[in-house]
C-alpha cells in the first residue's frame, strides 16, 4: 500500500485529491494546522496529524518516515496587500518547510501545487520553458508562488524528487471561494458586471487526478501547466446565468470601472478586517486574457484538457445546490 502525506486537505483540490488516494488504497496523512477540526477527514479514512505548516522541525516529526509521496496542495490565495506578510510565511516559508521535512523524512518524491501565477504577468504565451518574471511581481500572490517554487527547486538540488504542477482556473464540485462567488451572484441577480479578461478552466477532477499522474510519470525537477478550455469571464457567466435560468450581463465591464471599485473596496475592509471582493491586485488579474500552452501535462501526464465548461460549472451548481448554497432549481 503505497503512503501520501497531504498539505491542504481541507481544501477544494486538497479534498479532491485526498478522497481520490483513498479511493485508489493509499494510506493518508493529512496535516492540520494546530486547532483545525479532523473529523472529517478521519471519518474519509485519512490519518489527521497537527503542525504548523512553516515550521520544519514539527512538520518533520508528523511526517511519516519514507513516505512515498509528499502532496503539497496548500496555499495562500489572497489578493490583498494587507495579507502579504502571512502569505509569504503560508506560501514561502511552508513550502521550505514541507521540503526539508520531505529531505529528512527521505520522501520518494514531493509533488508541489504551485499555480499558473508563478509566470508572473507575461505578454506572450505562457509555457513551461519561458522564464518567470514573477520574482518582484507587484502582486503578492504572484511572488510568492514563484518564491514557493524555488524553495523546491533547492530541494531538487539537494537531491529530493519533486515535479511541479501549475493549475490554471479549477472549477467543481467542493468550490466554496473561487468562482462559487460569482455563480452565488448570478443566482441571486446581483452580479454587478463581468470583467473584461479570460483564462482557462480546468476540471478539479482532472487536476486531482494530474498530481496522482505526476508522482508515478512526471520527470523529475519539471514544471507541468495544467490549462483545460479557454474562455472569458462573459462567457463563463453566461454560461453559469443559461444553467441557473438567471439573467447573466451580456457585456464586460470597463476595466477604468472596475479599477475605481478596487481602489474603494479595500477601505471599507480596514473596519471589518474581511478581504474586499475587489482589490488593485485581483483587478489587474481578471482584467487580462492569459495564454497559455498546456500541451506537455496532455501529453506526459494524460492531463484531460477538454472537460466542457459547462460540464464543470454543472457539477458546481449541482454541489452547491445540495448544499443549499443555492435557491431551488
Known sequence: MPSAFITGARGFLGGHLARLLVEQGWEVTALLRPGSDGQALREAGLKVVHAPLNNATELTLVMPPAVDAVFHVAGNTSLWRRRRDQQYQDNVMGTR?????????????????????????QDGI????????????????NRTKYLAEE????????????????????IGAGDTHNWSQMIS?????????????????????????????????????????????????????????????????????????????????????RFTGDEPRLTPEKVALISTRSRVSGAKAVQELGFDDQVPLEVMLRRCIDWMRAEGMLSAA
Open 97 to 121: 518547510a514541507v521540503v526539508t521535512a520531505a529531505l529528512r523524512n527521505q520522501a520518494g518524491r514531493l509533488i508541489h501545487t504551485s499555480s499558473i501565477s508563478a509566470w508572473g504577468q
Open 126 to 141: 505562457i509555457h513551461e520553458e519561458i522564464p518567470s518574471n514573477a520574482a518582484s511581481d507587484w502582486i503578492g500572490y
Open 151 to 170: 524553495e523546491v527547486r533547492d530541494g531538487a538540488r539537494q537531491s529530493l524528487s519533486t515535479v511541479i504542477l501549475n493549475p490554471c482556473a479549477i
Open 185 to 269: 451572484l448570478i443566482d441571486q441577480r446581483r452580479l454587478p458586471g463581468v470583467p473584461p479578461g479570460g483564462g482557462n478552466f480546468g476540471a478539479v477532477e482532472e487536476v486531482a487526478r494530474a498530481h496522482l499522474a505526476a508522482w508515478e510519470a512526471g520527470r523529475d525537477g519539471h514544471n507541468y501547466i495544467l490549462a483545460g478550455v479557454e474562455a472569458s469571464f462573459l462567457e463563463l457567466a453566461q454560461t453559469i446565468g443559461r444553467l441557473l435560468g438567471r439573467p447573466a450581463p451580456r457585456k464586460v465591464t470597463p476595466r477604468w470601472a472596475l479599477g475605481l471599485l478596487g481602489q474603494l473596496s479595500p477601505i471599507a475592509a
